[in-house]
């Protein structure tokens, strides 16, 4: 915990890089692997693994977790954490591989207010491939834009709620959308209720030449199962009686969620993380 500004900030940051539970072809829970998770006052915490292998279903050369949290004065004065999760030569059941997958996330939070600035940049894939062909991808790393004024929070924030609402059009408008999808989708919202979970992605749209169909930053593969990227969930809680601003803003980055419907069954996510300090009074 920091003293500052007669307040005090709680961190909270974790992230792993691989987790899940698989029933066919093989059956077996998978802990989370290199799972990391910062103390409330702040500090530092790592880890690398190298050469994973769950039989042949699932391997990795190597991968790295970070979180950090430390006080910040720029661009303005507050607490900044950080969280990171790299997978290096992913191998998902021969169908999804990566030569190299990186979730980050920076969240900053203010002496002043509670709504905290957010950062994605260093989050990216590279060479991503799904049954061979290469995945073209269009990110959003700036979907949460400036910090909203007057700490107005972000899913009442007319940028942030317009960019969510272009991806839901922009699925919807895929038609025949899988029944797996159809209910998170089918309707398009206008705003978001106080207190909502706000499911987004950093990935506007999926391209490529690879099996089946996309539905913006979703993929449905024939006989395999639906692959989600960079999926975001915005979660605002805690709300201050007086304002009703929400004291505690928590984020959470998958950047490879799986749900096997055929191949295999389960479900599997890679370099996942979260971030949600909070601060007092």
Known sequence: MTDSFDRRH????????????????????????????????????????????????????????????????????????????EIVGLNFLDVIKADRVVGQMRTIYPAVGYVPIVSFVGTHFDNLRIGGHPVKLDLDLGLFGDKPVDDLFYTQEPLFVRRVIKQYERIAACGNLPVELDGRYNQIPSSFVDGETVECSLVNQAEGSYPGRTFGHIIHIPHFGIVTLAKLRVMERDFEPETEIPRNTQISLTMIDVELNCTGDGRVRHCEMIAGGHTKP
Not at 20 to 34: F, Y
Request: hydrophobic content about 35%; overall charge negative.
């Open 10 to 85: 709680y961190y909270h940051a974790e992230a792993h890089v691989l987790s899940g539970e698989l029933r066919t072809p093989l059956n077996r829970d998978i802990k989370p692997q290199s799972f990391v998770k910062l103390s409330d006052g702040g500090g530092y915490e790592s880890k690398l693994e190298r050469d994973f292998h769950l039989e042949a279903a699932i391997s990795f050369e190597s991968a790295h977790t970070q979180v950090a949290g430390y006080p910040a004065s720029w661009p303005c004065d507050g607490w900044a954490t950080l969280t990171t999760a």
